[in-house]
């Protein structure tokens, strides 16, 4: 069975909207696109690096997929430690607007209710089965119970408004610390496992 890894760069109020560039994701109104790149250093490259070739496959809503398809297979050669295995790695997308065939290479796209395809998907196979950005998607594989490790990087920044990965819908739910380091520039990469709700 695969394990189900969400990785996420959130501010400290929990915002994981448009983390790498100005122009990402406005959608919203929001303004401050980029704003993770400034917290990143060796020991957060480092921890990125290692989750991405760790992966044994992505899984992906509609719009992460769109803007990571749209770089990654052209990315410069600097870039190719995290292009390798995006480009090369089964990727399972999720959408209800997107056909087949997908223009990524090795991408598929999963039929039917997200979180029953995502569950399915996690029977049939091992490894590690990659989240990467998906705010809408993780919220949903959350909701079901999906996820088996939360992998993020908080930044020592208030967003005030923005997508988030987790929902308002008033479930608690518990987390257990894996391991966690503190980086040079004050964000905190951290590893979370879901623990059995007290409720």
Known sequence: MR?????AFLSLDGVAQAPGAADEDTSGGFRYGGWHL?????LSQKWVVENLT???????????????????????????????????LPKYVV?????????????????????DAVATLKQDGDGELFVIGSTQLVQTLVQHDLVDEFRVMIDPLVLGGGKRIFGDDGARRPLRL???????????????APEPSEE
């Open 3 to 7: 394990t189900l890894i969400v990785n």
């Open 38 to 42: 400034r917290y990143f250093d060796e």
């Open 54 to 88: 760790g992966a044994d496959a992505f899984l992906f809503g509609r719009r992460t997929f769109e803007i990571f398809a749209a770089h990654w297979p052209n990315a410069p050669e600097e870039e190719q430690v995290v292009a390798e295995p995006l480009n090369s």
């Open 95 to 115: 959408s209800s607007t997107l056909t087949e065939p997908l223009e990524w290479e090795n991408a598929t796209l999963l039929k039917g209710e997200p979180a």
């Open 178 to 192: 894996v391991e966690g380091q503190i980086t040079s520039t004050g964000a905190i990469v951290a590893t979370y």
